[in-house]
């Protein structure tokens, strides 16, 4: 959740106090009691105007039904989607309890239209996806970025961000890379596992040839955002809001869900010399961090102000 930890930081920025909880237990009924006592603890010695939930499920619930303080919830993605592959009863009650979370928050946040249209409640919800800062996400040399890395200089690296490999569909990616490879030898695919140093992803962004994204359900996936900030070539499915975001970009191709049409989109990107105009596309829509930064201090606002 580093992309959390950021708006928030950025919230301190312009003055905001702020006391970050999270959540060490969701599912063991002991330690999630121990947890909620926690979080209650924190709430009286900090004395928050409001609580901002990062997500939903288990997380939003504790948040709007253990305080009186009014509650803002941002919904990310696999909270509302509906996703058996992480397990059918634990997909049903994780969505259940984000619903009913959302019936007592003051204000809810969904990081695309498809998401909002999934709520029992929609009155008070608004679309909002999460801002990147285009100071830590910039252009770069790949030269540099991949001497930075430790990476050999030479051949065409795909990066794919796989922190849930089932949902993810990593299986896809490495049957597309297997295609591609007829054609572009030597490529590979550099796979993020979910532990690597936040602080690497700007380098590994500016280092590789292009990303590529296939999962089969989103909210508005980040890595595609901070990729346009790079100006890093795309080949992504139009999932979540990823068609909205790079559909008029150059240097860009939505494919079809399968590995054919993924490796002829990374070829066409790979082979290409047209500029990629990424970071201007992110700009025209306002998902820059100050922008959305501005956004949400106006909701916190008009929250408080009721």
């Known amino acids: 959740m580093v992309f959390a930890r950021r708006q928030m930081e950025a919230l301190q920025q312009r003055g905001a106090a702020v006391a970050y909880f999270f959540l060490a237990s969701r599912t063991h009924p002991v330690a999630l009691w121990k947890e909620i006592k926690r979080y209650r603890a924190l709430i009286r010695s900090f004395n928050p105007d409001l609580v901002h939930a990062h997500y939903g499920t288990v997380t939003a619930f504790v948040s709007a039904y253990f305080t009186r303080k009014p509650v803002v919830i941002t919904f990310q993605g696999s909270d509302l989607n509906y996703t058996p592959k992480d397990g059918l009863l634990r997909d049903f009650f994780g969505r259940m309890l984000s619903q009913l979370a959302n019936l007592r928050a003051a204000g809810t946040i969904c990081v695309s239209p498809a998401l909002r249209d999934l709520l029992w409640r929609t009155r008070k919800a608004q679309v909002m996806p999460v801002g990147i800062d285009l100071d830590v996400f910039a252009p770069l040399p790949r030269q540099d970025a991949r001497a930075a890395l430790g990476w050999e200089p030479d051949g065409k690296v795909i990066l794919f961000n796989a922190n849930n490999p089932v949902i993810k569909r990593l299986d896809l990616a490495e049957e597309a890379l297997r ?34 994204l296939c999962s089969d359900r989103e909210g508005s996936p980040v890595i595609i955002k901070e990729a346009m900030a790079c100006n890093t070539p795309i080949c992504a499915v139009a999932v979540g809001d990823v068609a909205e975001r790079i559909g008029q970009m150059q240097g860009a191709r939505l494919v079809a869900q399968d590995p054919q049409a993924l490796a002829t989109g990374l070829f066409q990107l790979l082979t290409e010399t047209v500029s990629c105009n990424g970071r201007e596309m992110l700009q025209q829509q306002h998902l820059d961090q100050h922008s959305i930064i501005q956004q949400l201090l106006q909701l916190y606002q008009s929250i408080l102000s009721h």
């Open 179 to 212: 295609i591609l490879q007829n054609k572009i030898p030597g490529c590979r695919l550099e796979v993020m596992r979910g532990q690597t140093d936040p602080n690497q992803v700007p380098l590994m962004l500016n280092a590789c040839d292009a990303v590529l």
